[in-house]
């Protein structure tokens, strides 16, 4: 028996015009915008009241921003080189928030004038007295040091971002086939450098906060990060674009499906990660290394901590183990924005207890600061990747892959 064609889902011509993106990315725009905006009151008034508190919150702001982007790139390089039908529809989105990077680099600069208020190692009068910051300040961590190497880390991010959207746009024009094996070389060593330089961002922008302790397992810890921050978006806005034409042909149901699955396998490996860390320390039980962890569990971090284990890792753990909900487009969308509210909760806990200590108690009513300040930043950026998604078509029209897609 024949099915009536209205049944049938009908998929757009494969032509740039059909692929243009949807007035909901306006509404995207202004969602953004709007969150900028209440953001900036809180972050505005915040700032006089608190100006330490600010530069912490906007620290962590920053680096979820960026994780976000850089996060984007990886999987964006990854989707090169495994192929791939369930990346290849998110390319584009990849692409949009890779091209935000340069803009996150301007948005460092308020950083390197705050370098002393937020890192003890450029406090000159913590150096003179403190032995270890002064054998470290020596070796590596320097105020130069600290921008050259942001510099650099965000000079090799642009490139892999310019040459690889360079040759998508050009299989777009084209239809060249050979650009996807060029593409393909490129993202091999991409994916290594981008790791090498996340190891050493690790350092400088989160582990040199407190410098007398070190991890060699927390590179690991912010490249799957990234990578978890990455694809939650991805998977939030892919939801987003589903539900209106062009996509919502598109976006079926066994895309989300290996979302959810890579999505289970970051958060098991990030835990993996955070909890052999863990264990390391515990068993050592060094007081050169032990203090981390008693500055993030003590008083009331203890409860902070207690969020992250349960909401960060347990919960997404067990409803990911269910099929059914991976097949929800809804269900997976509503639990990858969990996952960037609790990406934020995390770096709140990396961060502040390194100010505070043990203590946990100072100046509480403060830290509603790390949403505001956050909110503002990340608001301005998806204002941002909604302007990079409009540039060009929602669906890299000429990949070789892309008939097996339409198929599907």
């Keep these: ?52 508190y600010f530069y912490r919150a906007y620290l962590v702001g920053w680096v979820y921003c960026v994780g976000i982007a850089f996060g984007s790139l990886a999987l964006a390089m990854m989707n090169h080189l495994v192929g791939g039908g369930f990346l290849l ?35 000159p009068a913590k150096v003179r007295v403190d032995p270890v910051l002064r054998w470290k300040t ?23 971002t310019w040459l690889i959207n360079r040759m998508s746009l050009e299989q777009d024009r084209t239809a060249d086939a050979g650009l996807a094996r060029r593409m393909r070389i490129v993202s091999g060593p991409g994916i290594v450098i981008y790791c090498l330089a996340a190891t050493f961002a690790s350092v400088d922008w989160l582990m040199s906060i407190e410098t007398h302790w070190s991890s060699t397992m927390y590179g690991f810890y912010l490249i799957v990060s990234q990578a978890l921050s990455g694809l939650t ?13 062009p996509m919502a042909p598109l976006m079926v149901k066994k895309h989300f499906h290996d979302y959810g699955k890579l999505y289970l396998a970051l958060t098991m490996m990030w835990t993996y990660i955070c909890f052999s860390q863990f264990l390391i320390t515990w068993a050592g039980n060094l007081p050169e290394e032990i203090f981390w962890y008693r500055h993030r569990i003590l008083s009331g971090w203890g409860a902070i901590a207690g969020i992250v284990v349960w909401c960060h890792f347990a919960l997404p753990f067990a409803l990911l183990l269910s099929r059914d909900l991976k097949k929800r487009p809804r269900w997976l969308a509503l639990l990858a924005g969990w996952m960037l509210l609790m990406r934020l909760v995390d770096l709140f806990w990396q961060v502040e207890p390194a100010y505070v200590g043990a203590a946990g108690s100072q100046r509480l009513e403060m830290e509603w600061m790390y949403l505001a300040v956050p909110a503002a930043l990340f608001g301005g950026w998806l204002w941002l990747f909604g302007r990079e998604l409009k540039q060009r078509s929602l669906l890299p029209l000429h990949d070789p892959q892309i008939a097996e897609v339409v198929r599907t």
Aim: charge should be positive.
């Design 138 to 160: 020596h070796s590596y961590l320097t105020t130069g040091g600290f921008i050259g190497r942001l510099v650099l880390y965000f000079a090799i991010a642009w490139l892999l």
């Design 233 to 245: 978006f991805t998977i939030v806005i892919a939801f987003f674009l589903s539900r209106s034409e």
């Design 89 to 123: 529809v998110v390319r584009r989105q990849l692409e949009a928030a890779t091209r935000t990077i340069p803009v996150l680099l301007v948005a460092a600069v308020p950083l390197f004038f705050w370098l002393p208020r937020l890192y003890s190692w450029a406090d």
């Design 1 to 52: 028996m024949s099915s009536s064609p209205s049944s049938v889902p009908q998929v757009p011509r494969l032509d740039a015009e059909s692929f243009a993106a949807p007035p909901a990315v306006d509404r995207l725009q202004r969602l953004g915008l709007s969150i900028c905006v209440i953001g900036l009151i809180g972050s505005v008034a915040g700032y006089f009241l608190s100006p330490d």
